[in-house]
């Protein structure tokens, strides 16, 4: 029942991570770097505004989300448990999306690759330490 929220989390973060990353790609290639930096800009703050109003709905209507996916009132009560700690992460994960997604455009795939692995090993550590 919670996994649809995750694409609520992940998507505006892919939207304004590739989609700003392919125009900060083209304007680096033109050789046009400042337009490159001001996409960057636009998609940092289109980003923020994004994760801010993903954070505000899955914080404050989380019950409402769970119900309209499905969950009835045995799931609910887990879904919410399983939900609570990642309300207090969801700027994070889609700023995630939208910094790698640049960093593989600007010649660091090895940067994008190694913060996309921290995040899952932190993710797995997390998991066992709640078992």
């Known amino acids: 029942m919670a996994a649809p929220v995750w694409n609520l989390i992940y998507s505006p ?3 304004t991570g590739i989609g700003g990353s392919v125009l900060f790609s083209a ?7 400042k337009k490159g930096n001001d996409y960057f800009t636009l998609a940092l703050i289109l980003t923020a505004f994004l994760a801010a109003v993903s954070w505000f709905v ?6 409402q989300l769970l119900g309209f996916f499905g969950a009835e ?3 609910m009560i887990l ?11 969801v700027p994070l994960f889609v700023f995630n ?9 600007d010649n ?3 940067f994008a690759t ?10 797995i550590r997390r998991l066992f330490l709640c078992i």
């Open 13 to 15: 973060g892919l939207l």
């Open 27 to 33: 304007a680096r290639g033109r050789g046009d770097k």
């Open 58 to 63: 899955i914080v404050f209507w989380d019950t």
């Open 73 to 75: 009132e045995t799931l």
């Open 79 to 89: 879904a919410k448990r399983y939900l609570f700690p990642v309300k207090f992460a």
């Open 97 to 105: 999306q939208m910094l790698s997604a640049f960093l593989r455009n």
């Open 108 to 110: 660091h795939p090895g």
């Open 114 to 123: 190694a913060a996309v692995l921290s995040g899952g090993v932190f993710n």
